[in-house]
């Protein structure tokens, strides 16, 4: 079963996604732990805005990369706290540009947008395309916690979207800063364009990561029960039409033939979907673990799942 | 002499004409970047806009232009007037 851990040995961002509840956080916190005694720097980072990773580690992580054991840290994205910093840096920018009455309409404007849909999602796809910024990513691996499944594939899916309404708007600016050059009054050199274009670059960048297989991976974990494996599926074929392909999964809490008992019960019905689950994702790697006797809690714990994986 | 006259004829006209199409590119430059700002601000609006986190950061760039836009936008009379104008009613 050591598998996944050892053909996953070469990407440099892993993700783990999946059904709420199945044991994404267990399965990635025990991926990156086992890395980092493996002797690779590694980072976990959490995107899922109700965050676990300090309660499995028994630490308290914040919105601050901080150390966890030897050459393992964590970071739990905090949203807002990336769009006061982004907010901050517009208003820095604002200064001496602009009239006071102006101004107070930017405040407005700015009070709006936070409050906007999608907000938070795109205050943690910056921090997360921060991370995996080459030049500044000092670790050989980055293990990513993600939210459940529709959550993280909007965010995944993002850089797809944004990038046409930025082609859009930079058409059309160019368009009227065209036209209005010919009257000679217009300027060159526009700003607005430039930081469009800007923009537009860092989610290039990211789709470029993102379906980069050879450095980025994603899996899936779930548990052999009927909704589960039907909403991985799902997501699965969501994400190769974004050009997003996974590469594991995770099948979590198996009931083991010796439970006996009142498991035994669960244990037939979990043969289907188990079953189900091997031949639908055949084309994966898969790795199983089994329903432990003990809750998984701490390094000691996650090293005892780590050893399936 | 002919050459010299149709040549003359072409500047003036051209001196003649310069400011009304002057004017009709204007209001083409005008109308395309408030297609533009529908685009980045629609939220101000009503309508959702994906994008409106990202619209923050041209801000301080854009404030000159946003008061008039969003005046504009909102009053109806003044959105048909503009386009009436443009085709010279």
Known sequence: MEELAEKLKSRSFVFFGGKGGTGKTTCAAAFA??????GRKTLIASTDPAHSLSDIFGVAIGPK?????????????????????YITRVKEQMQ???????????ERQIDAAYLSPGSEEAATFDKFVELMDEAGNPYDLIVFDTAPTGHTLRLLTLPEILGAWMDSLIARRSRAVKLLRMTSSGSRDDPIIKVLEKRKAS?????????????????????????PVAETAK?????????I??????????????????????????????????????????????????DVDGIEGLLRVAAFL | MKKTISFLKDVFSAILKAP???AI???????????????????????PNPISYYALELLPYLAPEIEGWERRIQNRASVIEEKAAQFNF
Request: proline share 3%.
């Open chain 1, 33 to 38: 732990l086992r890395a980092s005694r493996d």
């Open chain 1, 65 to 85: 990369e901080r150390p966890i054991s030897h050459g393992l840290y964590g970071i739990e994205i905090d949203p807002e706290e990336e769009a006061k910093k």
């Open chain 1, 96 to 106: 001496g540009v602009v009239s006071s009455v102006i101004i107070q309409e930017i």
């Open chain 1, 203 to 227: 989610f290039e960048k990211a789709r470029a990561i993102l379906t980069d297989r050879s450095i980025t991976s994603f899996v899936f974990v779930i548990n052999a029960e009927k909704l």
């Open chain 1, 235 to 243: 997501a699965l074929s969501l994400l190769r039409k974004y050009g």
């Open chain 1, 245 to 294: 392909a996974a590469d594991g999964i995770v099948i979590n809490k198996v009931i083991p033939p010796e439970a006996g008992g009142l498991l035994e019960k669960r244990r037939a019905i979990q043969e289907k979907y188990l079953a189900e689950a091997r031949t639908k994702f055949s084309y994966l790697w898969i790795a199983e673990i089994p329903l432990l006797d003990s």
């Open chain 2, 20 to 22: 009304a199409e002057n």
């Open chain 2, 25 to 47: 590119t204007r209001k083409e430059a005008f109308d395309a970047n408030d297609n533009f700002f529908l685009l980045l601000y629609g939220d101000l609006l009503g309508i």
